[in-house]
């Protein structure tokens, strides 16, 4: 069994909406050279990685909303990431707009896909927990991800890449605890995550300097207590007037942060993991058959919020 | 509503084996009347608040085993607590070890209860999450808490303090998220924790600079992913020849830590909670109601570990 891995983060700067998607996929494709070039043996994209984050508009023009969604992957514009990929023998994961037809019905999902170093499609997620609402209110942050994106429908799966159980999870997912949780439960030893994070709430201003916190917190417990390595790439920097965190960093099973971007830009990050590591933060706290109690937990799958 | 509640956490130095019964309970009368000094309303005592955290050892004399565990509460040398908080207008939360008697059967739970300001019990919870084995193994920190303690069967209960919905939790059920999930799905605003946490673990020494991160990081993530007030009593110290980790502190449903325990000692610290930062964290990321897909989380309380 292997038990190391290089993991890259391929941090992305702005997507402008100016730019064409031949750019785009210019930039990542550079980044996944820079990440193999460094040994990294597996990358993980932003969450839309492809477009500008658009849910931050209401958009009612269905051409217009339909040119940020991919209705093939790889379609010819993308193809480009998947052949680097195989010409690198590097793995990745990549978060974009998904459209798919579903007889005569039209379905978006906010996904993300983890293809092999042969440039083949592994398996996909879809975001569980959409935020944000379908209407624009005053002095709210808008993030209208529920006027385009339906909740996930393909649960929490975990995929075998190189004998590695690899999970997925987009942004806001990383929030909640259920969500390591699940892919722990399914197996998962290495978790990689795509975000587009506002750096600002205009609801909750005295909050602000608690976004790169609340960033990571969340993500070091899920570490920490499901013993998964995580790798979270953001979309940072100032993209078409809004201010997105960056924090792009790898975590062990420790919960510490064994790697982090320190720019807003393009910039890739390397950590040779240990799935050793795993096994050590199972002995000491983590022997989840034996210490977890799912008979006392019924309520966490039963009822959403306090009554 | 109530709108804001002063919390005080009363951190123990150890309690050796040789401590009297009436000994121990002066000093967390002494902490009660600093605690109200300071213009707490609510207190909280470690786990195994009377006693030496005896189950760092293997007994097998029953008579010995009884001396560490209460057939009742109050009983006639723990009064006196019950009766200072009456004196003084103060809530507290207290852990011991427990033992009832159910039939023939003699039955032991790590125990911590909630006390109203006049005195009186509000409720009481069982330590659901147990670690460590019943029998001794070379090599392992002594954790014998299997051997004393049956594991919980009182769920995750909230009770009314004062119009204030608090919840309890004992030692490692902090680091599981379901104890969080549970408490706040059950309508927990306060969560008061006590602990007695070994400074270092002999299976894992490379992992002995982490124990104060790893004490606070899921409580920290519980706070801030469950948007809740948490207080967390440890008792601290070198006791009967083991480390025991401080720490104790007072985190906001932000994750923040507002307060924190600088001794290893009988110390207490305050904090004035501000219950309305709850309904703020709420808005900004954590409208359960909205937001939280329990349809998806079936295997939490399903499966106890990953296959």
Known sequence: MTRHLTLAVCQTGPVPRTASRTETVGRLVQLLERAASQGAQLAVFPELALTTFFPRWAIDDEREIAEFFETEMPGPQTRLVYQAAQRLRIGFAIGYAEQVRDGTRVRRFNTMELVGADGRMLGRYRKVHVPGSAAAFAGVTTHLERRYFEPGDLG????????????????????????????????????????????????????????????????????????????????????????????????????????????????????????????????????????????????????????
């Not at 976004?211 to 790439?233: D, S």
């Not at 940072?236 to 830009?265: K, M, N, R, V």
């Not at 096994?279 to 983590?286: G, K, L, S």
């Open 156 to 307: 929490f799966p975990v995929f075998n890449f190189d004998g590695i159980r690899v999970g997925l999870a987009v942004c806001n997912d990383r929030r909640w605890p259920e969500t390591y949780r699940m892919l722990c439960l399914n197996g998962a030893q290495v978790v990689l995550i795509g975000y587009n994070t506002p750096a600002v709430l205009e609801e909750a201003p005295e909050l602000a300097h608690l976004r790169m916190f609340h960033n990571h917190l969340p993500m070091q417990a899920g570490a920490y207590q499901n013993t998964l390595w995580i790798a979270a790439a953001a979309k940072a920097g100032t993209e078409d007037g809004q201010a997105l965190i960056g924090g792009s960093c790898i975590i062990a099973p420790t919960g510490e942060l064994a790697a982090l971007a320190t720019s807003l830009g393009d910039e890739v990050i390397v950590h040779r993991i240990d799935l050793g590591l795993i096994d050590v933060c199972r002995r000491v706290n983590f022997d989840f058959g034996l210490y977890r109690r799912p008979d006392q937990y019924g309520l966490i799958a039963e009822r959403a919020g306090p009554p």
